[in-house]
C-alpha cells in the first residue's frame, strides 16, 4: 500500500463550500412551519423558584407554547454525567467524589446566571423573545458561592444543600517521599498561581433544530455538538426512545473547542418541544446566553512548592490544588484528575506530593475546553520553575535542560495511574530535543544578548518566556469506522468524528485513499450523523485523528482485500497478484490487466446469467481499541515587550518546537497549531469571564470578554519533530489542544522577565494592561517601603 | 405587521417581506435564504455578519434591512463566479487564495472576512502584513490565529497584481 496522500498538505476538500457561503450550519436550517424558541434564564446566581406565571407570554400573538418545569416533567430526566472514575484509578487514588445531575430546566432552585426556567416558543425568534419577558418568575435570593476558596471552606452557603459543604471532589496521589526529598532540598521555591476562568467561545454559538415525525415516532435533530452519540444517548434516556429512532445531525460546527463536547439542557428541550407542539422546533443561541450559559472552563489556584539540589536537579513538587466547577460537577474526574496527571510535563522528577479538590460555585459549570486542565497545571509547574531558575540565578533554558526528559528515557513511567486507569507511561518523544529545536528557532542566545542591550541602551523592557508540556492525547477507548464502496466504485467512509473546523473530510479522505488505492476524490467522509454509524464517542481530548483514523485504515485495509478477491476472480489471477492504484485493479507486471474498481464492484452482482463473481460485500467497520492515550510534546517560547507606562504587552514573536508523531496533513496541523496559540494568547492576556461579588456576570459582550484579533498576534513559527507514536496504526498523535496549552505560561514567564528590574513576580492570568501596571505600582511601592525602612535603619 | 422591501442584492432586485425591525442580517438569511452571511454576536463585534453596502463593509447585525432599501448589498454569495460550470473551482482569486494558504478552519467567520478583505484590496491593491493585520482587526475569528488568513490576503493581493502566487 503505498502513502501517497498521508503525509502531504492535501487542499481542504470541505473550503470550497465554506467560502461560496453555501456551507450548512444549524442556523442555517429551515423547515416547513417550524417553530422557535426563546428561554427564561435567570437573573440570579443562586435563588429559590417560588413561583412562575406564563399566562401573558402565553397568550401573545404567535405564541405556541410556553414551557415551564411542570409541563416537561415526564421528559425531565437528569442530564449526561460524565468523568466517572474508572477502576484502574479507583484501585489506586483515594477519590472522594459527590455528581449530582442537573435538570434540563431549574424545579425549584437556580444556581447560576443564565439557567433556565421556562421556554416560550413561537412563530419566530423575536415573537419567542418578546413573550418571554413577559414571564413573570418568583425568586427567593440566596447568598451566592462566588469565590471558591471561600466557597469550599466549611460555613459557605450550600449550593446542592444535601453534600453538606460544596466540596465536589477530593483527592491526594503522588510518588517518592516528598516530605524527605523537600527536607533535603538545597532550594526550595513556592507560590500560589491563580488561572482565570476563560472560555472556548466558537464563533458559531450553539443552536438545535427538532422535527418529530409521528408517522413512525423517530425525532431528527440538527444540534451543533462534537458528540452526536452522546446527544443521542441523552435523548434514549430522557424520552424512552431507541436509539434508532433518534437520529442526531451536526451538520457543518462553526468551531467547538470542547465548548460543543457537553450534554446541555437545550440538547433535551428543543426535541421536547417539537414533540410537543407536533412541529420543527429551531433554538439559536444568542451570544450573549452563550457567555452565560454555554460551558465554562479553566479556573484554579494551585499553591505550588518544588525542592532542587543547587546545581538545578529538580527533587520534588508539591501542590495543592483547588478547582472551580461552577454550579454542577457535570464532568467528575476529568478536570481535576487531568491537572494531576500532567503536572509533572516534560521534567524528571523523583518525587510527587499532590492534593486537588473541587469546588462548586455558583457560577456557569465548567467543562473541559482545549487543554482541559492541562493550560492551568502547566501554568502553574512552568512559573515555579522560572521562580526556581531565579533563585539559582540559572537561566531557565538551561534550568530546563538538565532536567527534561529525552528520547532514550522513553518509554518513562510517571508513578500514578492516567485518568483512565491505565499506567502513565510516556510512549514516545524527545522533550530535550523540542526545547533545543525551539531556542534555535527562536536565536535564544542571540535575543537574550539583544534583550540586555535594549534594556540598558535604550530602556526597552523585553522579555523571552518558555513554557512545555507533554500532552496525553487521543483518549480512548473507542472510536469506530465503516469504510464501503458504492456501485460507482467510490468509498464512504463514516466515523462518530466530528469536524468542527479540523478537516476531517481531508485528512480521513487521506488516510482511506491511500489504504483502498482510490484517488481523494473517490472518499467521501461521513462525520457527525448517528444514522451512518450506531457507535461513537465524538471529537474533543484531541483523539479523532488517532481513534477514527485508526479504525479508518484497518477498515479501509479490510475493504481493500475484497476489492482484491473479487479482482482476482474478475481477472482470473490469483489475489496475491494483484494491484490496485489509483481507482484501478490489474494484474502485477500486466498493467494491459487493468479494470476499473467501478468493473471490479459490479462484477459481485448477480446477473440474470450467474451469480455474482463473489459476495457483492465490500464494507467492512472497525472499532479500533485504544486502551490509553499517546504522547504529544512541545516547547513554546514567547518573546514580548512591555511598555511600563500603559502596561501594555506586545508578542514580538511566538515559537513552537511540537512532536505530534507522524502527520497526516502538515497544513492542517500547521492551523490547528496557530489557532491552539491564538486561544493560549488570549488566555495569556485578555480573556476572563468575570464574576461580581453577588454571582453576577460581569462579560456579557465582546466588549467585555476580550478575545485576540490579528493585531495582537504575531506569526506563530512552528517547528516539526516527529517522534512517532507505537499505540497506533498509523503512528500519529493528538494536536488539537496542544498549541492552546503553554502560550499563558510561557507569556507569564516572558513578562515576569522583561520586568525582572523591578523584581515583580506573576502569579495570576490574564496579564492585562492593569494587571502589568498593578504589578509595576505594587513593585514601585515595596522599593520605597524598602528603602524608607533601609533609610530608617541607616 | 410585515412591509413589503425591494432590496438589490448581489445585482438582482429581491422582494422581502419583513418587520420593520428586521436587521439586514436576518432579512438576507431568514426572507432571502442567503444563509451565507453569519451572525456572531449580533453586537457589531465579531464582524462575522460583514456585507458590503454599496462597496462598503458594513455590520448588516447593526443595520435594519429597511436601511438598506436604495444601496446594493453584495453578500459572500456574490462573491464567486455565478455560474458554477465556469472556470475553475467556482471560487474568486481570493476565495482560491484562502483554500491555497488555509485561511479557514470551520469557515463561520470566513464569509465576512472575505468581504471586508475584498473591499479592502481594491482601495490597497498592495498591502504590507500590518496593512493586512489591521484591516481583519475588525473580524474576530477563533480558529486560525490569523496568521493563514494574512498569507491568504497577502497572496490575492499579489496575484491580482499578476505575480505568482507565494
Known amino acids: 500500500m503505498g502513502a501517497k496522500l498521508f503525509g502531504a498538505s492535501v487542499k481542504r476538500r470541505e473550503d470550497p463550500r465554506l467560502l461560496r457561503g453555501e456551507g450548512r450550519f444549524v442556523d442555517d436550517i429551515k423547515l416547513p412551519g417550524m417553530l422557535h424558541a426563546a428561554f427564561v434564564r435567570s437573573p440570579h446566581a443562586h435563588a429559590l423558584l417560588r413561583g412562575i406565571r406564563a399566562e401573558a407570554a402565553a ?10 418545569f411542570a409541563e416537561l416533567a415526564r421528559w425531565m430526566k437528569p442530564l449526561p454525567l460524565f468523568g466517572a472514575i474508572p477502576p484502574g484509578l479507583a484501585a489506586r487514588v483515594d477519590v472522594t467524589m459527590r455528581q449530582v445531575a442537573q435538570l434540563a430546566m431549574a424545579r425549584d432552585r437556580v444556581r447560576h446566571v443564565g439557567e433556565i426556567v421556562a421556554m416560550v416558543v413561537a412563530d419566530s425568534r423575536a415573537l419567542a423573545e418578546d413573550a418571554a419577558e413577559l414571564v413573570e418568575v418568583d425568586y427567593e435570593p440566596l447568598p451566592a458561592v462566588v469565590d471558591m476558596i471561600a466557597g469550599g471552606a466549611p460555613g459557605a452557603p450550600l449550593i446542592h444543600p444535601e453534600w453538606g459543604d460544596n466540596v465536589a471532589l477530593r483527592f491526594k496521589t503522588g510518588f517518592g517521599d516528598a516530605a524527605a526529598a523537600l527536607s533535603a532540598a538545597d532550594v526550595r521555591v513556592q507560590e500560589r498561581f491563580y488561572v482565570q476562568r476563560y472560555v472556548g467561545m466558537p464563533m458559531e454559538t450553539r443552536g438545535v433544530v427538532a422535527q418529530w415525525d409521528p408517522r413512525d415516532g423517530s425525532l431528527t435533530t440538527w444540534n451543533g455538538t462534537q458528540v452526536v452519540h452522546f446527544v443521542q444517548q441523552g435523548l434514549v434516556t430522557a424520552l424512552g426512545l431507541p436509539a434508532n429512532k433518534i437520529r442526531v445531525i451536526a451538520p457543518d460546527v462553526g468551531g467547538g473547542f470542547g465548548t460543543k463536547a457537553t450534554g446541555y439542557p437545550e440538547d433535551l428541550l428543543i426535541p421536547a418541544a417539537a414533540i410537543a407542539c ?3 422546533v429551531k433554538w439559536t443561541e444568542d451570544r450573549r446566553e452563550h ?34 466547577l461552577g454550579a454542577y460537577n457535570s464532568w467528575g474526574i476529568v478536570l481535576p484528575y487531568n491537572t494531576v496527571a500532567h503536572l509533572l510535563g516534560p521534567h524528571r522528577v523523583p518525587a510527587l506530593d499532590v492534593e486537588c479538590r473541587a469546588v462548586v460555585t455558583n457560577k456557569t459549570p465548567n467543562a473541559p475546553y482545549r487543554g482541559a486542565g492541562r493550560p492551568e497545571t502547566v501554568y502553574a509547574m512552568d512559573r515555579i520553575v522560572d521562580c526556581l531558575a531565579r533563585e539559582l540565578r540559572m537561566d531557565p533554558a538551561e534550568l530546563r535542560r538538565r532536567n527534561y526528559l529525552a528520547e532514550a528515557d522513553m518509554p518513562y513511567e510517571i508513578d500514578i495511574p492516567y485518568r483512565d486507569g491505565n499506567r502513565l507511561v510516556y510512549d514516545s518523544g524527545d522533550f530535550r530535543a523540542n526545547l533545543d529545536a525551539a531556542l534555535e528557532a527562536t536565536g535564544y542566545d542571540r535575543l537574550r544578548a539583544e534583550q540586555a542591550a535594549a534594556r540598558s541602551e535604550r530602556g526597552i523592557l523585553r522579555g523571552i518566556g518558555i513554557s512545555g508540556y507533554v500532552e496525553g492525547t487521543a483518549i480512548g477507548p473507542y472510536e469506530g469506522a465503516t469504510v464501503r464502496m458504492d456501485a460507482s466504485g467510490h468509498a464512504v467512509v463514516a466515523t462518530g468524528a466530528c469536524s468542527q473546523g479540523q478537516g476531517h473530510e481531508t485528512s480521513f479522505a487521506q488516510v482511506a485513499a491511500d489504504a483502498l488505492g482510490i484517488p481523494l476524490d473517490w472518499v467521501t467522509v461521513v462525520g457527525g450523523d448517528t444514522a451512518a454509524i450506531p457507535f461513537g464517542v465524538g471529537t474533543f481530548a484531541s483523539r479523532s485523528a488517532v481513534n477514527a483514523g485508526s479504525s479508518i485504515l484497518d477498515a479501509a485495509v479490510k475493504v481493500r482485500e475484497k476489492l482484491t478477491a473479487a479482482a482476482a476472480a474478475l481477472l482470473e489471477a490469483a489475489p496475491a497478484d494483484i494491484e490496485i492504484e489509483d481507482g484501478q485493479a490489474f494484474v502485477r507486471g500486466a498493467p494491459a490487466s487493468s479494470v476499473s474498481l467501478e468493473r471490479v464492484v459490479r462484477s459481485a452482482l448477480p446477473t440474470f446469467a450467474k451469480p455474482g463473481a463473489v459476495t457483492a460485500d465490500f464494507e467492512a467497520t472497525v472499532y479500533h481499541h485504544q486502551p490509553t492515550v499517546t504522547y504529544t510534546s512541545a516547547v513554546h517560547i514567547a518573546h514580548v515587550e512591555v511598555d511600563p507606562g500603559t502596561g501594555a504587552v506586545r508578542l514580538l514573536r511566538y515559537v513552537v518546537a511540537h512532536d505530534c508523531g507522524r502527520l497526516i496533513n502538515p497544513m492542517i496541523v500547521e492551523g490547528q497549531i496557530h489557532g491552539g496559540v491564538a486561544q493560549g494568547v488570549g488566555g495569556g492576556l485578555l480573556e476572563e469571564m468575570v464574576y461580581d461579588e453577588q454571582g453576577q456576570l460581569l462579560t456579557g459582550t465582546f466588549m467585555d470578554y476580550l478575545v485576540p484579533t490579528a493585531m495582537e498576534l504575531p506569526p506563530i513559527e512552528t517547528v516539526h519533530l516527529e517522534y512517532p507514536s507505537p499505540r497506533n496504526p498509523l503512528g500519529i498523535k493528538g494536536i488539537g489542544e496542544g498549541g492552546a496549552i503553554s502560550p499563558p505560561a510561557a507569556i507569564a514567564n516572558a513578562v515576569e522577565d522583561a520586568l525582572s528590574p523591578f523584581g515583580v513576580r506573576v502569579t495570576r492570568a490574564p496579564l492585562g494592561p492593569d494587571a502589568v501596571r498593578a504589578l509595576l505600582v505594587a513593585a514601585e511601592e515595596k522599593k520605597a517601603r524598602d528603602a524608607g525602612a533601609g533609610g530608617g535603619r541607616a | 405587521m410585515t412591509r413589503e422591501i425591494r432590496l438589490e442584492v448581489n445585482g438582482q432586485t429581491r422582494v422581502a417581506h419583513i418587520e420593520p425591525r428586521t436587521s439586514l442580517a436576518d432579512c438576507l438569511r431568514e426572507a432571502l435564504d442567503l444563509t451565507g452571511t453569519h451572525v456572531g454576536c449580533e453586537h457589531g463585534v465579531c464582524g462575522a455578519c460583514t456585507v458590503l453596502l454599496d462597496g462598503e463593509p458594513v455590520r448588516s447585525c447593526l443595520l435594519l434591512a429597511v436601511q438598506a432599501v436604495g444601496h446594493a448589498v453584495t453578500t459572500v454569495e456574490g462573491l464567486a463566479p455565478s455560474d458554477p460550470a465556469g472556470a475553475g473551482s467556482g471560487l474568486s482569486p481570493l476565495q482560491q487564495a484562502f483554500q491555497d494558504k488555509h485561511g479557514l478552519q470551520c469557515g463561520y467567520c470566513t464569509p465576512g472576512i472575505l468581504l471586508t478583505a475584498h473591499a479592502f484590496l481594491r482601495d490597497h491593491p498592495t498591502p504590507t502584513h500590518d496593512e493586512i493585520r489591521e484591516m481583519l482587526a475588525g473580524n474576530l475569528c477563533r480558529c486560525t490565529g490569523y496568521h493563514f488568513i494574512v498569507e491568504a490576503v497577502e497572496a490575492a493581493a499579489r496575484a491580482a497584481a499578476g505575480h505568482q502566487p507565494a
Open chain 1, 59 to 68: 397568550a401573545r400573538p404567535g405564541v405556541a407554547r410556553v414551557f415551564t
Open chain 1, 291 to 324: 457567555m452565560m450559559a454555554a460551558a465554562h472552563a479553566r479556573h484554579q489556584v494551585h499553591d505550588i512548592e518544588i525542592g532542587a539540589t543547587r546545581e538545578g536537579k529538580m527533587l520534588v513538587v508539591r501542590d495543592r490544588i483547588c478547582v472551580d
Open chain 1, 278 to 280: 407536533r412541529r420543527p
